[in-house]
């Protein structure tokens, strides 16, 4: 039986979008390592380090449940042994996409609304999306 470890998933995910996600410029419309430097090395101030690892989690979060919800779906009409290691895998993948989601809440918290959350509340747009 072929497996893989939860939490080989959530790094892959992780990696996955700091290199391509972090790493493509949209501007020049390529691949541009510099983006994660930036990120890596806090080149361009803990700002904007912070709202990129904070896109990088909810991203790689979302993705994950993505992934533990669809896969099961998938393997019924074409089994796989690699889609039966995520089914195995798939309650420590929904608890990894899960704190990812919770520290991209308070990251934006911190980040977007500099500690204010009454500032998520000043216009019905934005009460109705943190409301879900």
């Known amino acids: 039986m072929t497996t893989i470890e939860p939490i080989a998933i959530t790094a892959t995910i992780i990696v996955s979008f700091l290199i391509f996600y972090t790493g493509y410029s949209k501007a020049e419309k390529r691949m541009a390592p510099s983006g994660i430097f930036k990120v890596l ?43 039966t290691a995520i089914i195995n895998g798939k309650s420590p993948l929904i608890w990894h996409a899960l704190i990812e989601l919770m520290i991209h809440a308070v990251l934006s918290l911190i980040v977007k609304y500099k500690w204010n959350p009454i500032k998520i509340y000043t216009t019905p747009k934005w009460f109705a999306v943190s409301c879900g």
Do not use: C, R, W
């Open 41 to 83: 090395f806090f080149t361009s101030g803990i700002n904007h380090t912070m709202d990129q690892v904070n896109k990088l989690i909810s991203l790689a979060g979302l993705t994950q449940l993505g992934l533990v919800f669809l896969v099961p779906q998938i393997e019924k009409y074409y089994p796989n042994p690699y889609f």
